[in-house]
């Protein structure tokens, strides 16, 4: 949930290493500090709050010289977000300074321990004992003592060193936590994502679990986990350096809203050959198709929504039982999986650790896992049996758009397919494959068509709640559309199966009650109806989500936002376009921080 960056070269380190910072803000935003080398000594400085904080006492980095140094930002999970519990954090003898990203879950006992043997703690932090570790264990070498510090270790870390006694050196550990190094021309680097990167260079290499590096002005060296030098495949990353960055938006999020026609394309169109569609990176033969007797999907957050979503598609077009489990419920349940399972696991980021855990429990029962994720050579990347990536570049703002409706695009995708192979649905497969090349086109409409959203935002933005109801797959997206609405405009949104209201929730309906009804799909379209007149005989505002000229609808509700008249098989994706965009000028009204909300954190690597 933290972000961390290292730099070593001829220019100065700490203006390199606050920019870096700042791309990698979103994974954690609440306290941050930079540690470089100069003259032999470590110099930290460290803020809380956000980078700009970090940029203003040391001036833009002007004021700490030295050319090769690491840099933190911090989600806490160990301690308050205070200025001692800020990494870096140095040993006693002000020889090393680390910066971590992850959980050291034994750290209770090492704490113990080396309080025992006298070293002094300056924070709360889990990290802190990998930093005395290290001062422990060396004795001259310090691969050597990061090698028998790593090995006492439990739990996820990306870890950067620098040691004072080898100027111009930065280390960087990987276990179960992202790293990505960057191999430049006079400086080398080290990240939690390539955001931070590519601005100085395309070319990478990705650490896999239990490697380390050293890295100095020239060189870069990866060992695995007992010291042996590996040879390292350099990757080039096509990612452009304006994809991470706002491009003359606001905020990340409405350019991410804004890049979803292309990111959909981008993830549609490669799979698409002679009017079918076709997964390269997915060699499952029919026999093995033929074998599975139930999907499971699971995934957090809004990835587990766009499986809630996928999961109507897929059982409609291949008619297999699906499954969607909340990945921190599923690891914990001792789950009824087996080889006959097909596990599909979602995530933009790849690092979520809930859902790294319970793909693991999955396959550890038999199952063969499909993973569909954003970033490239991340960790359920590599875990999974086959790994389906979403193209929809790097995604900064916390709150999803482009992850959510690539993740769905490509369970689109495998519905047809699989429907394909196995010959299990009505609907001729041209036709699908036709509905989904067009599935951008209409993102594109949904954007342009809802020029009223700021307006309909200015009459919602002060309600105490909304309410978003809706059936079948209007409801998968009421769930989706009411989580963007709290975490970025911090309104109290709630989602309901509108069936459902009348079981417990129309109490709550009273004048003036604003309800978000969701109408795009046909074969419950006329139920819905009857409970928009439900909630509105009892006082409720409606605003209807639904396809442009509907004029039943029209009729019925207070007002309205449209989608284009697209296949009702994959309308869901279009559905959450003017629910992102409702709920980015809604928290524009309240004066939120959009990108980055509070408490919150992209990447949640810790349970
Ligand atoms: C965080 C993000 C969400 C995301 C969820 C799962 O909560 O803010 O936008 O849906 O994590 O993340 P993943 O990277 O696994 O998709």
Same mark, same amino acid.
């Given at each position: 949930m933290c972000g961390i960056v290292g730099y070593t070269g001829v220019q100065g380190a700490a203006p390199i290493l606050l920019e870096g910072l700042r791309k990698l803000e979103y994974r954690g935003y609440d306290s941050a500090g930079i540690a470089v080398m100069y003259d032999c000594r470590i110099l930290v400085s460290k803020v809380t709050g956000r980078i700009v904080n970090l940029c203003e006492k040391t001036q833009n980095g002007a004021a700490v010289p030295g050319t090769t140094g690491i840099g933190h930002t911090r989600w806490a999970t160990h301690g308050a977000p205070t200025e001692k519990n800020a990494h870096p954090h140095l040993s006693n003898d002000g020889r090393f300074a680390v910066v971590h990203n992850g959980i050291i879950e034994n750290y209770r006992a090492l704490r113990e321990e080396l309080i025992g043997k006298g070293y002094v703690f @300056?924070?709360?932090?889990?990290?802190e004992v990998i930093v005395h570790l290290m001062e422990m264990y060396y004795h001259g070498d310090v691969k050597e003592a990061l090698i028998r510090t790593s090995d006492r270790l439990h739990g996820s870390y990306a870890l950067g060193v620098i040691c004072s006694e080898e100027p111009g050196k930065i280390y960087a550990v990987r276990e179960a936590s992202p790293l990505i190094l960057g191999v430049g021309i006079q400086g080398n680097y080290f990240a939690s994502d390539v955001t931070a990167l590519v601005s100085h260079t395309r070319n990478v290499i990705y650490l896999d679990d239990g490697e380390f590096a050293e890295l100095s002005e020239n060189s870069v060296t990866v060992y695995d986990c007992l010291g042996k030098p590996l040879s390292k495949k350099i990757a080039r990353i096509n990612w452009d350096v304006q994809a991470a960055e706002?491009?003359?938006? @606001?905020h990340f999020m409405l350019k991410e809203i804004m890049e979803q026609p292309g990111a959909v394309k981008a993830t549609i169109t490669p799979r698409i050959r002679d009017g079918r569609v076709h997964f390269e990176e997915l060699q499952i033969s029919d026999e093995e198709l033929r074998q599975i007797r139930r999907i499971v999907i699971t995934a957090c957050g809004s990835a587990y929504y766009a499986g809630c979503s996928g999961k109507y598609v897929l059982e409609k077009l291949v008619r297999i039982p699906v499954d969607v489990e909340l990945a921190s419920e599923l690891r914990y349940k001792?789950?009824?999986?087996?080889?006959h399972t097909l596990l599909i696991v979602i995530s933009q980021s790849g690092e979520t650790a809930d859902t790294i855990a319970a793909l693991k429990e999955c396959q550890q029962r038999g199952a063969k896992a499909l993973a569909i994720v954003n970033v490239v050579g991340s960790t359920i990347a590599q875990l999974a049996d086959y790994t389906v990536y979403t193209w929809a570049g790097p995604e900064i703002a916390v709150a999803t758009t482009k992850g959510f409706t690539t993740q769905l695009s490509v369970l689109y995708l495998l519905a047809v397919l699989f429907a394909d192979r196995l010959g299990t649905c009505e609907e001729s497969i041209p036709e699908l494959v036709s509905a989904l090349q067009k599935l951008p086109m209409y993102i594109q409409q949904a954007i342009d068509m809802n020029h009223r959203i700021p307006q309909l935002a200015e009459k919602y933005h002060g309600s105490r709640s909304l309410f978003f109801i809706g059936r079948n797959t209007d409801y998968a997206i009421a769930l989706e559309g009411a989580l963007k609405m709290k975490e970025i405009s911090y309104l109290h949104a709630e989602a309901y199966a509108a069936g459902e209201l009348k079981h417990g929730t129309i109490a709550l309906i009273e004048d003036h009650q604003p309800v978000i009804a969701l109408c795009c799909n046909p074969s419950v379209m006329e139920k819905t109806i009857n409970n928009i007149i439900e909630v509105k005989a009892r006082g409720a505002e409606v605003l209807a989500l639904t396809f442009r000229n509907n004029q039943k609808i029209i009729s019925a509700a207070d007002d309205f936002l449209f989608i284009p008249n697209a296949n009702p098989v994959f309308a869901a994706v279009i559905e959450i376009i003017p629910l992102q965009l409702l709920a980015y000028y809604t928290a524009k009204e309240n004066k939120c921080d959009i990108d980055k909300p509070r408490n919150l954190a992209k990447s949640v690597t810790v349970e």
């Amino acid at each position: 949930m933290c972000g961390i960056v290292g730099y070593t070269g001829v220019q100065g380190a700490a203006p390199i290493l606050l920019e870096g910072l700042r791309k990698l803000e979103y994974r954690g935003y609440d306290s941050a500090g930079i540690a470089v080398m100069y003259d032999c000594r470590i110099l930290v400085s460290k803020v809380t709050g956000r980078i700009v904080n970090l940029c203003e006492k040391t001036q833009n980095g002007a004021a700490v010289p030295g050319t090769t140094g690491i840099g933190h930002t911090r989600w806490a999970t160990h301690g308050a977000p205070t200025e001692k519990n800020a990494h870096p954090h140095l040993s006693n003898d002000g020889r090393f300074a680390v910066v971590h990203n992850g959980i050291i879950e034994n750290y209770r006992a090492l704490r113990e321990e080396l309080i025992g043997k006298g070293y002094v703690f @300056e924070s709360e932090t889990d990290t802190e004992v990998i930093v005395h570790l290290m001062e422990m264990y060396y004795h001259g070498d310090v691969k050597e003592a990061l090698i028998r510090t790593s090995d006492r270790l439990h739990g996820s870390y990306a870890l950067g060193v620098i040691c004072s006694e080898e100027p111009g050196k930065i280390y960087a550990v990987r276990e179960a936590s992202p790293l990505i190094l960057g191999v430049g021309i006079q400086g080398n680097y080290f990240a939690s994502d390539v955001t931070a990167l590519v601005s100085h260079t395309r070319n990478v290499i990705y650490l896999d679990d239990g490697e380390f590096a050293e890295l100095s002005e020239n060189s870069v060296t990866v060992y695995d986990c007992l010291g042996k030098p590996l040879s390292k495949k350099i990757a080039r990353i096509n990612w452009d350096v304006q994809a991470a960055e706002k491009g003359g938006y @606001e905020h990340f999020m409405l350019k991410e809203i804004m890049e979803q026609p292309g990111a959909v394309k981008a993830t549609i169109t490669p799979r698409i050959r002679d009017g079918r569609v076709h997964f390269e990176e997915l060699q499952i033969s029919d026999e093995e198709l033929r074998q599975i007797r139930r999907i499971v999907i699971t995934a957090c957050g809004s990835a587990y929504y766009a499986g809630c979503s996928g999961k109507y598609v897929l059982e409609k077009l291949v008619r297999i039982p699906v499954d969607v489990e909340l990945a921190s419920e599923l690891r914990y349940k001792d789950p009824l999986i087996d080889e006959h399972t097909l596990l599909i696991v979602i995530s933009q980021s790849g690092e979520t650790a809930d859902t790294i855990a319970a793909l693991k429990e999955c396959q550890q029962r038999g199952a063969k896992a499909l993973a569909i994720v954003n970033v490239v050579g991340s960790t359920i990347a590599q875990l999974a049996d086959y790994t389906v990536y979403t193209w929809a570049g790097p995604e900064i703002a916390v709150a999803t758009t482009k992850g959510f409706t690539t993740q769905l695009s490509v369970l689109y995708l495998l519905a047809v397919l699989f429907a394909d192979r196995l010959g299990t649905c009505e609907e001729s497969i041209p036709e699908l494959v036709s509905a989904l090349q067009k599935l951008p086109m209409y993102i594109q409409q949904a954007i342009d068509m809802n020029h009223r959203i700021p307006q309909l935002a200015e009459k919602y933005h002060g309600s105490r709640s909304l309410f978003f109801i809706g059936r079948n797959t209007d409801y998968a997206i009421a769930l989706e559309g009411a989580l963007k609405m709290k975490e970025i405009s911090y309104l109290h949104a709630e989602a309901y199966a509108a069936g459902e209201l009348k079981h417990g929730t129309i109490a709550l309906i009273e004048d003036h009650q604003p309800v978000i009804a969701l109408c795009c799909n046909p074969s419950v379209m006329e139920k819905t109806i009857n409970n928009i007149i439900e909630v509105k005989a009892r006082g409720a505002e409606v605003l209807a989500l639904t396809f442009r000229n509907n004029q039943k609808i029209i009729s019925a509700a207070d007002d309205f936002l449209f989608i284009p008249n697209a296949n009702p098989v994959f309308a869901a994706v279009i559905e959450i376009i003017p629910l992102q965009l409702l709920a980015y000028y809604t928290a524009k009204e309240n004066k939120c921080d959009i990108d980055k909300p509070r408490n919150l954190a992209k990447s949640v690597t810790v349970e």
